[in-house]
C-alpha cells in the first residue's frame, strides 16, 4: 500500500499549490459525468491542508460536482442513441469501460426512474454509488431536468459539505486518524467504490 500513501502525500500538496483549487473543480465536475475517482480524497486533502478554507472547498466541490452532473445529463441527452434510437458508440463505450454497467442494467435503471424518480437521483448523488451512471442514464431517458438538477445539488452538497464541514471543526482530530489509520481508510474506500458497482448490478 505504499504507493497509495505515496499518492496521498503527493495530493494532500495541492493544498500548498495555486492549483490545487481548480484542480479540485474539475476532478469533481468529470467524476460526475465520465472519470471515475470521486473527488472526496483531493477535497479531504485540502481541506485538512488549510482548514480555514474547508467549507470554501466544499462548496467549490458541490459546485463543480453540480456542472459535471448537468454535463452527463447532455451526454445521455444529446449523445447516447442514434437516429435510429440504437446505442451510440459513445453509448457502447461507457458500456465497455464502467464495470457492471451492462445493457441489463441501463434498462433496470429505467424502471428505477420510473418508480422513485428523485430519490434514484439523490441517493447515487449522496452515497458511494457511482454517480456518472446515473448523470448520464437520466439523459438518456429524458428524465425531468429540473427535478434531475434540484436532487442532484441536494444530494451533492450535503455530501461534500458534510466532509468539508467536519474537517473545518474537527480538522487535526481527523488529520491524526487519517494519518494513524490511512491504509485501512484507503483499504475501506476501495471496498466502497467498489461496493457501489455491486450494489447497481445486483440489486437495482
Given at each position: 500500500?505504499?504507493?497509495v500513501?505515496?499518492?496521498y502525500?503527493?495530493?494532500?500538496?495541492?493544498?500548498?499549490?495555486?492549483?490545487?483549487?481548480g484542480?479540485?473543480v474539475?476532478?469533481?465536475?468529470?467524476?460526475?459525468?465520465?472519470?471515475?475517482?470521486?473527488?472526496?480524497?483531493?477535497?479531504?486533502?485540502l481541506?485538512?491542508?488549510?482548514?480555514?478554507?474547508?467549507?470554501?472547498?466544499?462548496?467549490?466541490?458541490?459546485?463543480?460536482?453540480?456542472?459535471?452532473?448537468?454535463?452527463?445529463f447532455?451526454?445521455?441527452?444529446?449523445?447516447?442513441?442514434?437516429?435510429s434510437?440504437?446505442?451510440?458508440?459513445?453509448?457502447?463505450?461507457?458500456?465497455?469501460?464502467?464495470p457492471?454497467?451492462?445493457?441489463?442494467?441501463?434498462?433496470?435503471?429505467?424502471?428505477?426512474?420510473?418508480?422513485?424518480?428523485?430519490?434514484?437521483?439523490?441517493?447515487?448523488?449522496?452515497?458511494?454509488?457511482?454517480?456518472?451512471?446515473?448523470?448520464?442514464?437520466?439523459?438518456?431517458?429524458?428524465?425531468?431536468?429540473?427535478?434531475?438538477?434540484?436532487?442532484?445539488?441536494?444530494?451533492?452538497?450535503?455530501?461534500?459539505?458534510?466532509?468539508?464541514?467536519?474537517?473545518?471543526?474537527?480538522?487535526?482530530?481527523?488529520?491524526?486518524?487519517?494519518?494513524?489509520?490511512?491504509?485501512?481508510?484507503?483499504?475501506?474506500?476501495?471496498?466502497?467504490?467498489i461496493?457501489?458497482?455491486?450494489?447497481?448490478?445486483?440489486?437495482?
Amino acid at each position: 500500500m505504499q504507493w497509495v500513501r505515496d499518492l496521498y502525500d503527493w495530493v494532500l500538496k495541492w493544498s500548498e499549490s495555486k492549483y490545487g483549487t481548480g484542480a479540485l473543480v474539475v476532478m469533481a465536475f468529470a467524476e460526475a459525468s465520465f472519470f471515475p475517482i470521486p473527488p472526496d480524497v483531493l477535497l479531504i486533502a485540502l481541506a485538512l491542508g488549510a482548514r480555514n478554507k474547508a467549507i470554501r472547498y466544499g462548496i467549490l466541490c458541490s459546485l463543480g460536482s453540480i456542472a459535471g452532473a448537468m454535463f452527463g445529463f447532455g451526454i445521455g441527452y444529446f449523445l447516447w442513441w442514434t437516429n435510429s434510437n440504437e446505442f451510440s458508440g459513445l453509448a457502447q463505450f461507457f458500456f465497455d469501460i464502467v464495470p457492471g454497467f451492462t445493457h441489463d442494467l441501463f434498462f433496470r435503471i429505467q424502471e428505477q426512474y420510473n418508480t422513485w424518480n428523485f430519490w434514484v437521483i439523490f441517493t447515487a448523488g449522496f452515497t458511494p454509488i457511482p454517480f456518472k451512471i446515473f448523470t448520464v442514464t437520466a439523459g438518456a431517458f429524458n428524465i425531468n431536468f429540473p427535478m434531475f438538477l434540484i436532487a442532484s445539488t441536494i444530494s451533492r452538497s450535503a455530501r461534500f459539505l458534510l466532509v468539508s464541514g467536519l474537517i473545518w471543526k474537527y480538522g487535526e482530530p481527523i488529520r491524526e486518524f487519517i494519518d494513524r489509520y490511512f491504509n485501512k481508510l484507503a483499504i475501506l474506500f476501495t471496498v466502497l467504490l467498489i461496493g457501489g458497482f455491486f450494489i447497481i448490478r445486483y440489486f437495482i
